[in-house]
Nanobody
Framework: QVQLVESGGGLVQPGGSLRLSCAAS????????MGWYRQAPGKERELVAA???????NYADSVKGRFIISRDNAKNTVYLQMNSLKPEDTAVYYC???????????????WGQGTQVTVSS
């Protein structure tokens, strides 16, 4: 199995910044995509940003120009630098990874437990 451990959430004022981290560990042969989703109260979970092992990135339109996703393949860790935060960014942020487990031929998706980000004055 694979565990994803997130950190870095919290309370921040509008216009502020936060950096989320997510480290994957366990039965990992290699990781393809890693990324972040978020879910606000009463809303569906939505993709925020994703990055492939080769560094190709994808962002939701609502965060383009404000958020930056990056990853350290050697550490199996993905980061999300969030700048110019807005109240509408308030949500639980979930990390995910598409993993090829050691000794397996099938890719599996794993999720973190979620970290709360609250943007409020």
């Amino acid at each position: 199995q694979v565990q994803l451990v997130e950190s870095g959430g919290g309370l921040v004022q509008p216009g502020g910044s936060l950096r989320l981290s997510c480290a994957a560990s366990g039965s990992i042969f290699t990781i393809n995509a890693m990324g972040w989703y978020r879910q606000a109260p009463g809303k569906e979970r939505e993709l925020v940003a994703a990055i492939t092992s080769g560094g190709i990135t994808n962002y939701a339109d609502s965060v383009k120009g404000r958020f930056i996703i990056s990853r350290d393949n050697a550490k199996n860790t993905v980061y999300l630098q969030m700048n110019s935060l807005k109240p509408e960014d308030t949500a639980v942020y979930y990390c995910y990874a598409r993993v090829l487990n050691s000794g397996s031929v099938r890719w599996n998706d794993y999720w973190g437990q979620g970290t709360q980000v609250t943007v409020s004055s």
